[in-house]
């Protein structure tokens, strides 16, 4: 493709760019026309196998190699990522429907995992432990882990595969990475610029299938692999727990949400609007951390509401590529009947619609940007994560009791809140069972800070000091000394 220099249409193991065995092919659709960009290996059990073998492989001589030397090659690669940034945004947007000006956003939000744990790398210092016995010496080291499979969703087909690359290949560990099957192209495009950087073969592996249970299954129980990595789904992320089980993989999970929105009666309410419409539309509602439940207090209810919803109906719709776009395609034909059947089951509900509430006329797999009031914790789509550009509101009075609300799912990523009393910030930052709390701010993510989950949001944290450390083990050193 002529303006997508990107664009690859092969798998990549163990240095090769590689069809599958019995050469079947997976098409990649972009979302916002319906239109074949190209097809890619729909590859099965045998050439995960062969990914996982290339990793062991590669691993001997990886994990030998200095911290500075892994270092230097990842700050090619994040060098190379930043002077494709154009392309690589172009490509994110062609095949996933993200507004040009988002995907661009993201490809230096994903380099910037490259970069900082390219420097992360030379800090991975052991201990030295004050003896207990006489005459001896205790020390501890760090090394890494082994071969990773390192398994991704659509959502972010370029930053939730850096995120966890980064930080393996800095510790030394190899990786097989699974990409969503809408998004391929992105993770192919991530591999071809790491080659041309110089990492060498085998270090990094794509396969990409069509067939994710088959392909999980090699990549989650084959006992050359020594952790799973995965970013997807709750009921995903269990499944794979179980059959990480029988090997006693280490594992992280970044998993499903269902965020709270809280706007108290203290908040600077055109600040709340813009950090509400940031968490809930930004690509197309389809993000883990975006805000899925909207707690208004009585006393700014309508003040609020009357900013929001004029601010939501101002969004434009359209496709990624043209000019001025904010919201993009939902990803599949299967996500726009989601976020659909939670509309019109919440309105027979009770729901009140406020604005929106349909397919939209831009195109089949658009969604209109859409309000809810009046919704109830009674309601299906309380407790489900929406994944589409729909907010769903609720009010409130107290804060006890929205916190218990809040706190009322399974889930536990990202919660928010709004309010400018600093009693009330330490209380509910404390309260809210979740791994990230945005304070006066929808936009949380940054590669210096932990990301991560609670209770079925997973477990493990990427990004910052604490993301290098899933991929290392720590070894103790006890010596008898003279
Ligand atoms: P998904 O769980 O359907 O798929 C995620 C990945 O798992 C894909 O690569 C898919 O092919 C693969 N997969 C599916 N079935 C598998 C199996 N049986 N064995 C092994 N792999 C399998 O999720 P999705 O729809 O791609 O992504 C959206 C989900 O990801 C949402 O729940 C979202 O909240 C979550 N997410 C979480 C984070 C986070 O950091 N916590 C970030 C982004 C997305």
Not at 93 to 106: F, L
Request: net charge negative; charged share 20%; hydrophobic share 45%.
């Amino acid at each position: 493709m002529e303006d997508l220099p990107l664009v690859l249409s092969h798998a990549y193991i163990n240095g090769q760019w590689v069809a599958a065995d019995n050469g079947a092919t997976l098409p990649v659709i972009n979302p916002a026309n319906g239109v074949l960009i190209t097809e890619v290996p729909d590859m099965g059990a045998s050439e995960a196998q062969a990914a996982v073998v290339a990793a062991d492989k590669a691993l001997q001589g990886w994990r030998k190699t200095t911290a500075k030397h892994r270092a230097n090659l990842l700050k090619a690669w994040f060098g190379l990522i930043v002077e494709h940034a154009d392309e690589l945004a172009k490509l994110l947007t062609t095949e996933q429907g993200k507004p040009y000006k988002e995907a661009y956003g993201e490809v230096m939000y994903g380099a910037s995992f490259i970069e900082w744990f390219a420097e992360e790398a030379k800090r991975t210092y052991g201990d030295h432990i004050p003896a207990a016995m006489p005459g001896n010496r205790y020390l501890t080291i760090k090394q890494p882990v082994g071969v990773v499979t390192a398994i991704t969703p659509w959502n972010f087909p370029v930053a939730m595969i850096t995120r966890k690359v980064g930080p393996a290949l800095a510790a030394g560990c190899t990786v097989v990475v699974k990409p969503g099957e809408d998004t391929p192209l992105c993770a192919l495009a991530m591999a071809k610029l790491a080659e041309q950087a110089g990492i060498p073969a085998g270090v990094i592996n794509v396969v990409t299938t069509a067939r994710p249970a088959e392909v999980g299954e090699v990549l989650c129980t084959h006992p050359l692999v020594r952790k799973v990595s995965f970013t997807g789904s709750t009921p995903v992320g269990k499944h794979i727990l179980r059959q990480a089980a029988d090997t006693v993989k280490k594992v992280s999970m970044e998993l499903g949400g269902n965020a709270p929105f809280i706007v108290f009666e203290d908040a600077d309410l055109d600040k709340a609007v813009q950090g509400a419409l940031v968490s809930k539309y930004r690509n197309a509602g389809q993000t883990c951390v975006c805000t899925n439940r909207l707690y208004i207090h009585d006393a700014v209810y309508d003040q609020f509401m009357a900013r929001y919803i004029e601010a939501v109906a101002a969004l434009k719709l359209g496709d990624g590529l043209a000019d001025g776009t904010e919201i993009g395609p939902l990803i599949n034909a299967r996500a726009v009947a989601k976020v659909d059947t939670l509309v019109t089951e919440a309105i027979s509900q009770g729901a009140n619609l406020v604005l929106g509430g349909q397919i939209a006329d831009v195109g089949e797999q658009f969604y209109q940007p859409t309000i809810l009031s009046d919704v109830t914790e009674q309601m299906n789509i309380a407790h489900q994560e929406l994944f589409g550009p729909v907010t769903t509101v609720f009010r409130f009075n107290d804060e006890e009791d929205v916190i218990l609300r809040a706190n009322d799912t399974p889930y536990g990523l990202a919660a928010y809140f709004y309010s400018r009393d600093n009693s009330r910030i330490w209380r509910v930052s404390e309260a809210l069972e979740y791994g990230i709390i945005g304070i006066n701010e929808g936009i949380i993510s940054t590669e210096v800070a932990p990301f991560g989950g609670v209770k079925e949001s997973g477990c493990g944290r990427e990004g910052s000091k604490y993301g290098i450390e899933d991929y290392l083990e720590i070894k103790y050193l006890c010596l008898g000394v003279d």
